[in-house]
């Protein structure tokens, strides 16, 4: 599951990738609240949004934007307190969280770090088969976080990015650890994912 965290505005993706670089759109939306709304709720609200996708979907991964510090200080706090009542909604639930930043995000979805919003919008459209552009930019920037992860964390064979992903505070994450033979942490879907990896590297 992908998240673009904001507090008025934050966008969730659920996607299934596949090892030939290409995926599904499962569910998308964007959680929207109001500033006139009192603060406590509208982080209660995002975080409520986020355990009942959790809940529903169950996840392999939670992969989100990394938070950047911005001169506009008021939004990059409200962007940090949604992001925290997200991950702390998947950590409760045994969940794996990985941050990207948006660079990386945009260099794994159209091998431009520097690439304009439309032509991320695009690569979604074409990667997930999507009948038309997604929008808004929230849900755009959700799908594309989930595709960036995915491909990072080894899904795309071809396109192995594992040694490179991190969490935030630079641990390795569960397919790292699996990249070099401990098994342990993953779940059922990503230890089927590796198999699959494995049997098509010997044809």
């Given at each position: 599951?992908?998240?673009?965290p904001?507090?008025?505005?934050?966008?969730?993706?659920?996607?299934?990738?596949?090892?030939?670089?290409?995926g599904?759109?499962?569910?998308?939306?964007?959680?929207?609240?109001?500033?006139?709304e009192?603060?406590?709720?509208?982080?209660?609200?995002?975080?409520?949004?986020?355990?009942?996708?959790?809940?529903?979907?169950?996840?392999?991964v939670?992969?989100?934007?990394?938070?950047?510090?911005?001169?506009?200080?008021?939004?990059?706090?409200?962007?940090?307190?949604a992001?925290?009542?997200v991950?702390?909604?998947?950590?409760?639930?045994?969940?794996p969280?990985?941050?990207?930043?948006?660079?990386?995000?945009?260099?794994?979805?159209?091998?431009?770090?520097?690439?304009?919003?439309?032509?991320?919008?695009?690569?979604?459209?074409?990667?997930?088969?999507?009948?038309?552009?997604?929008?808004?930019?929230?849900?755009?920037?959700?799908?594309?976080?989930?595709?960036?992860?995915?491909?990072?964390?080894g899904?795309?064979?071809?396109?192995?990015?594992?040694?490179?992903?991190?969490?935030?505070?630079?641990?390795?994450?569960?397919?790292?650890?699996?990249?070099?033979?401990?098994?342990?942490?993953?779940?059922?879907a990503?230890?089927?994912?590796k198999?699959?990896?494995?049997r098509?590297?010997?044809?």
């Amino acid at each position: 599951m992908g998240v673009d965290p904001g507090l008025t505005r934050c966008g969730f993706a659920v996607v299934e990738m596949q090892p030939n670089r290409s995926g599904s759109s499962l569910h998308v939306e964007v959680k929207g609240t109001s500033s006139a709304e009192d603060l406590a709720m509208r982080i209660l609200e995002i975080q409520r949004a986020a355990e009942t996708l959790l809940d529903r979907f169950a996840p392999d991964v939670l992969a989100i934007e990394r938070v950047f510090s911005s001169s506009n200080a008021p939004t990059a706090i409200a962007t940090a307190q949604a992001s925290g009542v997200v991950i702390a909604a998947a950590a409760a639930r045994g969940i794996p969280v990985a941050w990207h930043t948006p660079s990386e995000v945009k260099a794994a979805v159209t091998d431009d770090g520097r690439a304009e919003k439309g032509a991320v919008a695009r690569m979604v459209q074409r990667i997930l088969g999507l009948p038309g552009l997604p929008k808004p930019v929230d849900a755009t920037d959700a799908y594309a976080v989930a595709i960036c992860h995915g491909w990072r964390s080894g899904v795309g064979a071809k396109y192995n990015m594992t040694a490179t992903t991190q969490t935030h505070q630079g641990s390795r994450t569960a397919l790292q650890k699996a990249a070099k033979g401990d098994t342990g942490g993953l779940t059922a879907a990503q230890r089927a994912w590796k198999e699959a990896e494995r049997r098509a590297a010997q044809r």
